[in-house]
């Protein structure tokens, strides 16, 4: 790297994943709270219509109000790939109008950064886009410990197979799932509810199962009794534990 190159890396901000653990702001972690106050901007995943989304809620709570530039940023829910890439783009230059300008961004997102994240795909971009920023992410508590923690289930122990997997249409993919693991934990299965609690009826295995939304938040619901739940449309921060 020539000393022009190096004099312009040091000039850039740092790019920052902050995992808020998975609603209760008490599970943040040291160097995420540190973080949150060394960093210049922080950006957090905006709602289009004004509410606050999941991990903006936890964060501010360690912000005071004009302490920080907040970066609100909004991905739409789409399967458009035009659509997305151009949105993506977007999204990625306006962070990268910060970091160049030399000011640190902290990305928060709600459980760990590297796990089902939003910010996933926007560490890659800004990698292709930019290869000059340093970027770095922090772990936080995700929904599936965060779950067990609040359930009082063990998620494996000695040589136990346990499984994080996103709860999918493909019936017989979430079947073998059971099958193979002797807990697994569904993510995002509102979507998918009604098949996920006949496939388990079908297993025998209802009562080794818990449903939990917005799970360590002050809006937490808890369903043991999941057959209940048939017909129920439930919030997408919703995932389910089976534990046989």
């Not at 928060?108 to 950064?113: A, C, F, N, R």
């Not at 017909?231 to 921060?237: A, D, K, Q, R, T």
């Amino acid at each position: 790297m020539t000393t022009a190159n190096t004099a312009q890396s040091q000039s850039l901000g740092r790019l920052y994943g902050l995992g808020v653990g998975p609603g209760d702001p008490e599970l943040i972690t040291v160097k995420a709270f540190r973080l949150l106050k060394e960093a210049d901007v922080i950006a957090y995943p905006k709602k289009r219509m004004g509410s606050k989304s999941y991990a903006h809620a936890i964060a501010e709570l360690y912000i005071q109000p004009g302490e920080k530039e907040m970066l609100g940023l909004v991905f739409p829910m789409t399967k458009d790939k035009a659509t997305l890439n151009s949105h993506w783009a977007q999204t990625t230059e306006e962070i990268w109008s910060h970091l160049s300008a030399g000011k640190d961004v902290a990305f928060v997102t709600e459980g760990d950064p590297n796990l089902y994240s939003t910010w996933i795909h926007m560490a890659r971009m800004m990698q292709a886009a930019h290869p000059e920023v340093e970027i770095h992410s922090v772990p936080g508590i995700s929904s599936a410990l965060g779950a067990a923690a609040r359930l009082g289930i063990f998620l494996a122990d000695g040589d136990e197979q346990f499984a994080i997997i996103p709860a999918t249409d493909d019936r017989d993919e979430m079947k073998k799932a059971i099958e193979n693991h002797d807990c697994i934990v569904f993510l995002k299965v509102a979507k998918v509810l009604d098949q996920m609690i006949d496939l388990l009826q079908e297993l025998g295995l209802t009562d080794k199962a818990s449903v939990v939304t917005k799970v360590t938040s002050g809006d937490e619901q808890v369903w043991k009794n999941i057959t209940e739940l048939k017909g129920s449309e439930l919030n997408y921060l919703t995932l389910m534990v089976v534990r046989k």
